[in-house]
């Protein structure tokens, strides 16, 4: 018989298929404690530690943890066999300006979906351009402005920036990319192993893809034009290809950022008495192994067949829940956010198996950015990024500022030509571009009239 002290770590498990995409512990709104513990579910709560919770309650609250109905699931599923493809498109169709073959619209933007080709192998980069219908506008002197996302993500997230972000009296392009291997990019072999491969080698792999992509877009004409806005793994290998490539865009907005500084991201002080006597914050060996064994957690939707998108749910219904309250257009959204996170989690595992190499388990920093990239930020020789910086974490967020604070310093004081400010977005966690994008939409666009 299986003891109730028993302990199974459920973000560890099921829901690090769905919760990793908040770069682990150090992350984003999860799953709550509370929605397993109590029946009012409602309540936006706070981000919360990983925690590990005995496993008869979790049995018992099944049902309420995995929302989407078996019939639901099973119809997801046949469409991701028959078209994977329409599951992304189906999504951007909510998008006024989106353009295909079916879909017309009232706007003065336009956008298409672009594969860009990265490498001698077929490999592409799958990207969102939005740029002014009017075909007298000067596209050379576009300014740019670009999205990406990060681990486990799609450029999908960002469905409300994309929305509703103005092209500024049509001065603007907006790219949003899924990086390689990610998303709806294509999904080559993961060349490396953890353990086997330095992680120099592993991030050059991610760099020289993205910065084909820059080329062939004929983003590096006039650089200073450029706003690139990442986030969580997606910032962490930004800010390294920012020192590797210094002049490539004007400003990088660095949203949530991953593996910044060795500081704890959990605060214990933060989740109450109730949750530090009940939960269990420490990894379990075994997930600290498969961790290092490069095994993906997503291999869970993957393996399950119908039930991948009942597993997604688990996740997904929480995460993008405040537009199934909302009018039907955001209802519509939230049903196709949902089956598009069943969609990215179910296509073969590639890019996602960078995140050991980055992060060790619990989301501690194997190599800190305050500990490479800005570790003297007054030695140009080893600190050359060449543009402004722009931190961005959420009111409620698992990211630690407390990095970006002490480089904004840094910056600030000793580079004259250079700038850094952090910017907290109130009532949001981890996806703060999404809990509250009316309040980060709006400090997007100062950061866009400030170029």
């Excluded at 169709?93 to 079916?102: A, K, V």
């Excluded at 049509?170 to 491969?197: M, Q």
């Excluded at 296509?347 to 003297?376: H, M, N, Q, W």
């Amino acid at each position: 018989m299986i003891s109730n002290n028993i302990k199974i770590n459920f973000k560890y498990l099921i829901e690090s298929a769905l919760a990793r995409l908040r770069m682990r512990s150090a992350t984003q709104p999860r799953v709550q404690i509370s929605d397993v513990a109590s029946n009012q579910t409602s309540v936006l709560q706070p981000s919360t530690p990983p925690t590990a919770i005995p496993l008869m309650t979790i049995v018992k609250r099944l049902p309420s943890l995995f929302p989407r109905s078996v019939s639901e699931s099973y119809a997801d599923y046949r469409i991701f066999q028959t078209n994977q493809e329409q599951i992304q498109t189906d999504l951007l169709n909510t998008l006024p300006m989106f353009r295909n073959e079916t879909s017309t619209g009232n706007d003065s933007r336009s956008a298409k979906l672009y594969r860009i080709p990265v490498d001698t192998s077929g490999n592409y980069i799958n990207e969102l351009c939005i740029e002014p219908q009017d075909k007298n506008v000067e596209r050379n002197n576009l300014k740019h402005l670009i999205f990406i996302h990060g681990y486990g993500a799609g450029l999908g997230f960002f469905i409300k920036n994309l929305e509703h972000l103005p092209l500024l009296n049509n001065e603007w392009c907006i790219h949003a990319i899924d990086l390689p291997g990610f998303g709806y990019s294509s999904r080559p072999k993961f060349p490396f192993k953890y353990g086997v491969t330095n992680s120099l080698e592993v991030n050059d792999w991610f760099h020289s893809r993205i910065n084909n992509w820059f080329r062939k877009r004929s983003l590096l004409e006039n650089p200073q034009n450029n706003i690139v806005l990442a986030h969580s793994l997606g910032a962490y290998i930004m800010a390294l290809y920012a020192n590797k490539y210094p002049d490539h865009f004007k400003k990088l907005i660095m949203c949530s950022p991953a593996g910044v500084c060795h500081s704890n991201n959990v605060h214990k002080t933060k989740i109450g008495k109730n949750l530090q006597n009940k939960a269990n914050l420490t990894p379990p060996w075994w997930y600290s192994k498969l961790w290092n064994m490069n095994f993906s957690p997503f291999s869970l939707v993957r393996n399950s067949g119908p039930l991948g998108s009942l597993i997604t749910s688990g996740w997904s219904y929480r995460r993008f829940k405040q537009l199934s309250q909302s009018d039907k257009g955001d209802q519509e959204q939230f049903e196709l956010l949902h089956r598009y996170a069943y969609g990215i989690f179910n296509r073969a595992g590639s890019g996602e198996y960078l995140l050991p190499f980055v992060l060790g388990c619990g989301g501690i920093p194997r190599e800190p950015l305050e500990e490479t990239v800005f570790k003297d930020v007054s030695d140009s020789i080893n600190f050359k990024a060449n543009c402004d910086w722009v931190w961005m974490y959420g009111e409620n967020d698992w990211m630690n500022k407390d990095g970006a604070e002490s480089i904004t310093d840094e910056i600030n004081k000793k580079l004259g030509n250079k700038k850094s400010r952090v910017v907290v977005v109130p009532k949001s966690g981890h996806h703060l571009y999404f809990d509250n994008y009316q309040f980060f939409n709006k400090e997007i666009i100062k950061e866009m009239k400030d170029i």
